[in-house]
């Protein structure tokens, strides 16, 4: 039903149009009497099978949805109709901020991707919070950033800022350097800045009532080199582990032509290009990790095969964006049934 009416409806829309159009909808659907719970009957799928205990969380299933999507804590309570095992909100910065000029998010359909230079659009932590109030159940994480304005000098004190206002929020942090459309976010990934920051961070957490895991959002094409020091920095600062990958500056091996993608311009590729390179630094990451290394893997999963193949290349959870977008809500609940299937298979 998505690929056949809902998908080609939405993509006659800008992409941008379409995704806070597809919330709207879902929020009506979800409003209406018995709406949410039709929405959980179609879409849910739940077995002792899919559970997970990381990051000390227990998951109903590895299947969560990646930052960027929801990146103001707007419609969780909507998107867990749909049977995600959590969320990811975020990027969020310490003050609003309206992002890049659009148009800033592009199809690219023969590829099964996006591209996007979005710019942390987002209306800052404090809102994030108030949305934030109240909740239950579902696992949420908070994905973290600086604001394009703040110098890479001072961008400590953001991430700090939004540390310690999102704390009692939520249940795990991300720390966020790897975006490609933050002009020299980059840097920030430098080793000495990177270890000074996540051990203030960690300082912080020793000194709440409960500590949260915290992970780092790793850029994608690392060489073997820059991932040996990520695990280094994991280490020294005792954080839980990575999430691989973010979007890629790479447009190699495109089906799309170079004249479409010089007039989309700069931008983070997502979606099914991203999906090999993703899963290999997965794999190297575990085959130089021990199981205490936290793996959310991440990066044009379409498809359960595609799915299975993060969570044995070492993947303790995955989670998915652009594969959502074009292949529906469905997709969750296809990955968990394929998953209870190869599992009772072992
Ligand atoms: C429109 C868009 C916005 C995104 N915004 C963020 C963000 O704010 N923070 C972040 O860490 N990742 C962001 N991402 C990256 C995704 O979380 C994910 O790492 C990436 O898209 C690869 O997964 P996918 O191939 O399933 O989309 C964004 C991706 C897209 C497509």
């Not at 987002?122 to 994030?128: E, M, S, T």
């Not at 800022?161 to 980059?186: A, E, G, M």
């Amino acid at each position: 039903m998505y690929k056949s009416f809902i998908k080609p409806l939405f993509f006659r829309m800008s992409p941008e149009k379409a995704h806070y159009f597809a919330m709207g909808c879902l929020s009506l659907l979800a409003r209406i009497p018995f709406g949410a719970f039709f929405i959980r009957l179609i879409y849910q799928y739940k077995h002792p099978l899919l559970e997970r205990k990381v990051l000390g969380l227990k998951f109903s299933n590895p299947v969560g949805l990646a930052a960027g999507f929801d990146k103001d804590a707007r419609w969780y309570r909507q998107l867990d109709h749909l049977g995600f095992g959590f969320i990811e909100i975020g990027t969020l910065t310490p003050k609003p901020q309206a992002g890049n000029s659009k148009p800033r998010l592009f199809r690219i359909t023969e590829d099964n991707g996006l591209i996007n230079r979005m710019g942390f659009n987002n209306l800052g932590v404090d809102a994030a919070v108030e949305q934030l109030k109240n909740r239950k159940g579902l696992i949420i994480g908070g994905n973290i950033g600086k604001n394009t304005l703040t110098d890479n000098a001072e961008a400590k004190e953001d991430y700090i800022y939004c540390f310690k206002t999102l704390h009692p929020h939520v249940d795990y942090f991300v720390v966020n350097v790897s975006c490609p459309n933050i002009k020299n976010l980059d840097k920030l990934q430098d080793k000495d800045f990177l270890v000074d920051l996540l051990q203030s961070l960690q300082l912080i957490n020793e000194r709440q009532a409960d500590s949260k895991a915290i992970l780092l959002k790793i850029a994608s094409h690392l060489s073997p080199e820059q991932l040996d020091e990520i695990i280094e920095i994991v280490s020294i600062t005792k954080i839980d582990g990575v999430i691989a990958t973010n979007t890629t500056t790479h447009r190699n091996n495109l089906k799309t032509s170079n004249t479409v993608l010089e007039q989309i311009g700069n931008g983070g590729l997502s979606g099914q290009p991203l999906a090999l390179n993703a899963t290999k630094t997965i794999r190297y990451l575990r085959e130089h990790t021990t199981d205490d290394f936290v793996i959310i893997g991440v990066g044009g999963i379409h498809s359960p095969e595609e799915a299975l193949r993060k969570l044995e290349a070492g993947a303790d959870l995955i989670q998915i964006y652009t594969g959502f977008i074009y292949e529906g809500p469905g997709l969750i609940k296809n990955i968990n049934k394929a998953l209870v299937d190869k599992t009772k298979t072992l």
